[in-house]
């Protein structure tokens, strides 16, 4: 059963308001970050050893619905106090879809001009979402995924230097930082310091970059699990294949205790269970990090596992996703859980 866990405690009265959620903003910026924690319950019943647990972070909360607001947010506020920020100048970033969303929405909050530079296989949610908020979109070969979006801004940016701020989310050290200052210490008080495994997926690498580091600050045991996708041509938005994809600067694999490779095909299963089973509506890199959470959870005696879900899954209803909610039914679950049993089995001998 997917509920909030009464074995972390809430709050007690009087404690910290800057981790309480905010009841009145004064911008949309305000309302960046503070998202729950909820135990994944139902998909994962009788998976797991009595004091194991798994819990999602649902990102989806965030404003411009997605985890990606948190680097966003501080990518931005790092050029405006550097000075590279300033007014006359435009926003300008590569993206797959949900940090262009954040920078759009952020970019008219602050009064700033947006253009990105995506992929033009982005679902098409994604790309009315940006445009809703005024920014303008450029959009590089489908078949060059992100890494074709990276290199036509720079091509861009090369042309007219001056005109453009690039917060170059896959370079800034502000992408880490800002999981590093909000969601890390989030999680921890949230699991009230009894998380154990955090697991999140590889795309800039900032979220597990930055998360990772707070918690191993304050519990150096906590293991660190990236997820990424097991195959170069692969259908999760989001997502990097390491090995055959340019590498982020910000991405230190060394920083990583173990990587788990997940299919399309099963992080697809694992969004339709979610959905119809817990409730949940997330997108494909949600369901592969649950798949990564469940891996590691199988092999525990006890521990909580921390799986971060970046979205919900409305921004994909136009994609290759929507064609198996339309025809799931609960004995794939079942097909999905031995399969991930043999391939675990198949891991340990």
């Known amino acids: 059963m997917a509920t909030t866990s009464p074995s ?35 998909v994962t019943r009788g998976l797991l050893r009595r004091g194991v647990r798994i819990m999602a972070k649902l990102e989806g909360f965030n404003p411009g619905g997605s985890v990606k607001d948190r680097a966003a947010r501080k990518m931005l506020q790092e050029g405006l106090k550097s000075g590279e920020l300033t007014p006359g100048k435009t926003i300008i970033d590569s993206t797959s879809g949900n940090t262009g969303i954040a920078l759009a929405m952020l970019g008219a909050a602050l009064g700033y001009p947006v253009e990105l530079v995506m992929a033009a296989n982005a679902s098409r949610e994604r790309k009315r979402i940006i445009q809703a908020f005024g920014a303008k979109v450029t959009y590089s070969d489908p078949l060059e995924g992100s890494d074709g979006a990276i290199l036509l801004c720079r091509e861009i940016v090369a042309k007219n230097p001056q005109r453009y701020f690039k917060p170059d989310q896959y370079s800034n050290e502000a992408n880490p930082l800002a999981h590093f ?19 999140a997926g590889l795309g800039t690498g900032g979220t597990v970059m930055g998360t990772g580091r707070y918690l191993k600050s304050r519990n150096p045991k906590i293991r660190v699990i990236g997820v990424e996708p097991d195959d170069p041509m692969h259908g999760l938005e989001g997502l990097k294949h390491m090995g055959s994809s340019i590498v982020p600067p910000i991405y230190h694999e060394e920083e990583l205790d173990e990587k788990i490779s997940v299919s399309t095909e099963d992080a697809y299963e694992m969004v339709y269970a979610l959905g119809q089973i817990e409730g949940i509506l997330v997108g494909q890199s949600s369901g592969a990090a649950l798949i990564g959470a469940l891996t590691v959870a199988r092999e525990l005696k006890e521990g909580c596992v921390v799986a971060i879900f970046p979205d919900f899954g409305e921004r994909y209803l136009s994609t290759n996703l929507w064609i198996g909610w339309q025809s799931w039914n609960r004995s794939r679950l079942a097909r999905l859980i031995a399969k991930c049993r043999n391939e675990s089995a198949s891991a340990t001998t």
């Open 8 to 42: 972390f405690p809430r709050l007690p009265v009087g404690a910290s308001p800057r981790f309480l959620p905010t009841a009145r903003a004064e911008s949309v910026i305000d309302l960046i970050g503070n998202t729950p924690l909820l135990e994944v319950g139902k």
């Open 181 to 199: 200052e909000t969601t890390g210490p989030e999680i921890w008080r949230q699991t009230n310091g009894t998380v154990t495994h955090l697991v």
